[in-house]
């Protein structure tokens, strides 16, 4: 090979490289895409007050927030990502005061735009484990013996999709812990592989609160009340204005 031959092969082995690291990178973590785009910063400052608080104004403010940013660069799977979320928790939001018409509408819109998000870059598991968890939350809108067989599946596929991904992803592990809390034991309910997956997000992540709640609520059900106590201690302790904590720690 001549020295020209060489640098070329060198220079093509180096943008091949870059271009797996590019795509990799999106598919471990949105984090690093919303850390390095201003335009989000608003957005994201919304979305966490309404996910905290589920104000239905505060979600309705976020949510146009990335509706206009989704139709000014329709290319960004990351705006879609973050618009599903946004939807996620005004489904819960509406749910929460008893309209479930409008929450399975939210929640509808949510599933749309994570498709959207996972249309445009696959390699997303952030993306792939949100609509897991859409897909999961589908099936409470229904009767359960239709709509499990329906999007249990699917929900399953995600998880396994977005674990391929990356195996050290706390949303992930989340996720999945959803998925073994929710669906009955004869299509893969585990309530010690639901508390074993919360606890493993939380070391991943032992900064996301709402983690925490979803291991109290494993560990109540296992009947271990300590336990439960302790991880909503926790949970408040990162967010003491949580309403999704708060109201969980009032169900004793």
Not at 114 to 125: E, F, H, V, Y
């Amino acid at each position: 090979m001549t020295w020209l031959n060489r640098v070329r092969h060198l220079a093509a082995l180096f943008l091949f490289a870059c271009s797996f690291l590019i795509f990799s990178s999106f598919g471990a973590s949105v984090a690093v895409a919303q850390a390095a785009d201003p335009e989000m910063e608003q957005g994201l400052h919304l979305l966490e007050e309404g996910r905290t608080t589920l104000n239905d104004g505060v979600l309705t403010q976020a949510r146009d927030f990335f509706s206009k940013l989704t139709q000014q660069q329709p290319e960004n799977a990351v705006y879609f990502y973050e618009l599903a979320r946004v939807n996620f928790y005004r489904c819960e939001a509406y749910v929460s005061h008893g309209d479930k018409k409008n929450g399975e509408h939210a929640l509808d819109t949510a599933i749309e735009n994570a498709q959207q998000s996972i249309k445009l870059n696959d390699k997303s598991a952030d993306a792939h484990s949100l609509l897991a968890d859409l897909y999961g939350r589908k099936i409470g809108f229904g009767m359960p013996m239709f709509s499990g067989p329906k999007f249990g599946p699917k929900s399953q596929a995600e998880n396994k999709r977005a674990f391929e991904l990356d195996a050290n992803n706390p949303r992930v592990f989340a996720s999945w812990g959803r998925e073994y809390l929710n669906a009955p034991k004869m299509f893969g309910g585990d309530l010690d592989k639901a508390i074993e997956s919360f606890r493993k997000s939380t070391q991943l992540d032992p900064n996301f609160d709402e983690t925490y709640v979803w291991l109290a609520i494993a560990l109540r059900k296992k009947g271990d009340t300590g336990g439960a106590d302790q991880a909503l201690q926790q949970a408040l302790k990162l967010n003491s204005r949580s309403v999704f904590a708060q109201q969980t720690a009032a169900k004793k």
